[in-house]
């Protein structure tokens, strides 16, 4: 795993990409917030494949693109396990660098040419609803797909139809140093917002930062601040019905809204945070955790894969995780979650051999070896159970109380994240930011 991982942000590539391609997709589609690197595109800015080619004879060939080089190693691995078990049909996959897939996959899409399988990008929901992609219900069967975590379903499903399933899934919570809770004589793990708060003060005063967080990018935030409406409402569908916003009785300039925002503030004036939060980046944010300076450091199950990548071995065996905390005591830990990566069935592409790739590939023992060789988080209930990591294997538990945090309609996700940072900058008041988060919406819409 590269040791780069961590360092760019492909939520980030995903926003700017969602820019790229406005207005397409009008409701809650797929995005991937693990941070990553950017690979290397192929020499001279061809397109060549991950595995190598077999002379396919009379086969057929079933081709898969992803930009997920998290698993790249794994998977090009199960597709020659894959291609050693058949007669008739071959597999290839080709893993692209984040800079150039989205428009790669366009043209193939534009062009009629696309590939068999997919990482559907932002385009989850609108390629399906444009028939591009095949409604995977009645191809794979309740059966199959009743073994991915719901979260993981619900995101690219529209009109009765799920047009992907998840790859990696991921959850977030706080990594925190137990020696500085030491330290700063914390005893007890907060089980919610107002114990951060009350626990600020120990850290601040032998000079440790409580909780260090980056919002420079604003992609943190939207993601930590979106499943709060959430736990203040109980009600995981909220998110996606203002993301979608076609009911009348749903806004961004709602109560729940405010509520989360409220939260936000209060936290900021609680000072849980450093000292200029809006102007601290990812990296920053994550060398004051790895370097001891910061006792806390919310983000995604990517983190541990980073941990193991970039700081010290000492680190990586005495950091710990807990769950995100609840709005209040005895209320459900709802925390960020949905399928970070996703794949997709081609409808002009080989549709039986497709799904029955995917079917090898999701075999329980198969897919569980990928995603804990990778270090990463499955999307389906049997391959959770058999998580090896200890960390991961805590924060994989954590799936059923799946908040959505994931918005690519129209104008939402800037709405969200530059609102947010309104408020974690202290420039709006939780009201006046919820009224210019709809008035942001209602704007991008009418465009």
Sequence with gaps: MSKDLHKVSRRNFLKVAAGYTAGAASLSVLAACAPQATPAPATGGEEKPTTAPVASGEKKKIVIWTWYTETEKQLNAAVEEYNQSQDKVIAENR????????????????????????????????????????????????????????????????????????????????????????????????????????????????????????????????????????????NPDLVYDLDEHTKPSVSWDSEPVIESLRLVEKLVKGKVFQDGVNGTDWSQSTALFYSGKAAMFFAGSWVPAGIIADASPEFAESYRVFKTPAWAKGKRHWCGNQAGAALSVYAKGNITESIEFLKFLYDD??????????????????????????????????????????????????????????????????????????ADVVAARSR
């Design 95 to 234: 893993v692209y660098g984040s800079s150039e897939y989205l428009q790669v996959l366009e043209a193939a899409i534009a062009g009629g040419k696309a590939p068999d399988i997919f990482g559907p990008h932002v385009h989850a929901i609108e390629y399906g609803l444009a028939g591009q992609t095949i409604d995977l219900i009645p191809a794979f069967g309740e059966e199959f797909l009743s073994k991915f975590f719901p979260s993981t379903r619900r995101q690219f499903t529209a009109e009765g139809k799920q047009f992907a399933i998840g790859w990696m899934a991921q959850t977030f919570g706080f990594f925190y140093n137990p020696a500085l809770f030491e330290q700063a004589g914390v005893k007890d793990l907060p089980e919610t917002w107002d114990d951060i708060i009350a626990i600020a003060p120990k850290f601040i005063e032998p000079g440790i930062i409580p909780w260090a967080f980056n919002n420079a990018d604003k992609w943190l935030g939207a993601d930590f601040f979106l499943p709060l409406i959430t736990q203040a409402t109980d």
């Design 365 to 438: 023992n198969r897919y569980s070896k990928i995603m804990n060789e990778s270090f990463s988080m499955p999307s389906t209930i049997e391959a959770a159970k058999l998580v090896e990591h200890p960390i991961m294997k805590e924060m994989t538990s954590w799936l059923p109380d799946g908040a959505p945090h994931i918005l690519f309609g129209k104008g939402s996700w800037d709405a969200v994240s530059n609102n947010v940072q309104s408020v974690t900058g202290l420039l709006a008041t939780p009201e006046a930011a919820a009224k210019q988060m709809e």
